[in-house]
């Protein structure tokens, strides 16, 4: 056991892994069926959108029901920017801006309040959102929606359309996984535990519960921002049915399955968020709400900490068994 934990250590073994992970997603798009490739790529949008509500609730202890609002607004944005012929990096930035500055707005007034309070909040933001996108139809294209292709391969690059999309996915969503890891792991990171652990403990060591319960908030809302622009570039199409308070419940239910404040976690919870609606929809469409809610249950039951925490489950599973084993002997 020390071998190994010395062999980690060493400065080649710990690039060794990241590297091999690049060099795989590198090559992935190329060998894989584009069936395959739209579906690695709608992980990857939602994945990122389980991160921000993972930033909100799982590294926070924030309560928050309106994620999806946020997608949804960063995917209007960039809908009507690319269908007025705007720079796409101006839309790519103004799809960061607007989101982060409506939850920032949010974060003001409800990072305040506690429990119930702050859930009513929020679960008001795709409620409000929906009737407010089919109204606003000059700018959302109302009920019909709004479509926007500009993820088409550049000419010259020898990949396919399917292939160029999940590469943006994969570089715009690795750098977003990446940040978010270093803000957690870092003194903001550590903040936030202490928030999430008990304000008074927190204020008393001279951090402001409000100020980093907005912080997070308005973080959060960034990252959903960027999914909602991940989710133009995939889907090509948005409408209000895209941030509806269901969708909401989902993402909610993909991070707690997937693993609260987790970063493996939030992949998971994208995985799931894809995979397993069209697992249950092939079994049988109309059990589809009951054999997910079913398969959460079960989760919640065996790995509480969510599917990330099964290694460490294994672990001390494999522990107890030794010391059993060496108990009886």
Known sequence: MTRVSALRQRPWVRWAAPLLLVVVLAVLPLVLTEAANDTLARIGVFAVAVLGLNVVMGYTGQISLGQIFFLGLGAYVTAYGVTNGWNIVLVFVLTCLIPALAGL???????RLGGLAIAMVTIALPLVGVPLAKRLSEFTGGSQGLSARFTDAPEGSGLYDDQWQLYLVLVIGGVVFVLTR??????????????KGNENVAASMGISPYRYKVLAFTIASLIGGVSGFLYMVVVQYTSPETMSFGHSIELLVAMVIGGAGSIVGSLLGGAFYVVVPDLTNAVDPSLTALLQGALLLVVLFVLPGGLASLPRALSRGLRRSRAGRGAAA
Do not use: M
């Open 182 to 195: 270093f803000l957690v792991r870092g003194k903001y990171g550590r903040a936030f535990a202490i928030v």
């Open 105 to 111: 707005l949010v974060a003001l007034a409800a990072a």
